[in-house]
């Protein structure tokens, strides 16, 4: 069973193209974390959100608790946002999903 | 620099031998994870500790050990490595409860068992 559906699995962009991820979960959570992950790197926090909306620089992170849905968008991509992209949310315990993979050609 | 440090990053073992992955924060976190990334899975838990002095078994415990020496300090012990558990695996921490903080990842400890 997975508690954690994100789309789409792979995404590729061309640099200054908006991007959305999405992410669906289906248990009770108390908050939704987005996740980063570089090529053979370290996973990093983006957000943590329990409603509403966050935005740090290009990164937008929604949530909508009712439909159990968020989203998260880069506007202006850059390849250097090329990466895994993990949402992960928490409710007695963290679920995870298996990670967009995104890449934005220059 | 702050944050949470696991060793080695590399290791490649026999099939039947033993070894153990530390990890160190010092965040003075209560909640320490170890997880395992698997192609195409997302993070699964191995075993988890809410605070010093207790551990508990996660989605995956079969082959493992841990210990939370102290607050700081929560390992991670194969007693006899199998090629199954080839895989990268994280160790994180948080403050308080599962959900309410954010988790602070280590870089990952990439194993590989011939």
């Known amino acids: 069973k997975n508690e954690v559906e994100q789309s789409p699995q792979n995404l590729t962009a061309q640099e200054g193209e908006f991007i959305t991820i999405n992410c669906s979960y289906s248990?009770?959570?108390?908050?939704l974390h987005w996740l980063q992950q570089h090529p053979g790197g370290g996973i990093v926090s983006l957000f943590m959100?329990?409603?509403g909306k966050k935005k740090h620089g290009r990164l937008i992170a929604t949530i909508n608790i009712q439909e159990k849905h968020s989203s998260l968008h880069i506007t202006a991509s850059h390849p250097r946002d090329s990466a895994v992209y993990i949402c992960?949310?928490?409710?007695?315990?963290?679920?995870f999903g298996t990670g967009t993979s995104l890449t934005v050609i220059p | 620099n702050a944050g949470v440090t696991q060793t080695p990053k590399f290791q490649v073992l026999k099939t039947g031998q033993s070894m153990t992955l530390q990890c160190a924060q010092d965040?003075?976190?209560?909640?320490m994870y170890w997880y395992r990334q698997d192609p195409g899975m997302g993070l699964r838990l191995i075993y988890y500790?809410?605070?010093?002095?207790?551990?508990d078994k996660g989605e995956v415990p079969n082959g493992y050990n841990v210990s939370r020496l102290n607050k700081r300090e929560f390992s991670l012990r194969l007693e006899s490595a199998a090629p199954s558990q080839t895989s990268v695996y994280f160790c994180?921490?948080?403050?308080?409860?599962?959900?309410?903080?954010?988790?602070?990842f280590g870089a990952g400890s990439r194993l590989t068992v011939l």
């Open positions: 992960a949310v928490a409710g007695n315990q963290f679920y």
């Open positions: 248990v009770g959570i108390s908050a």
């Open positions: 959100l329990s409603s």
């Open positions: 965040m003075n976190h209560n909640s």
């Open positions: 500790s809410a605070s010093e002095g207790t551990t």
């Open positions: 994180a921490s948080n403050e308080g409860s599962a959900g309410a903080n954010v988790l602070t």
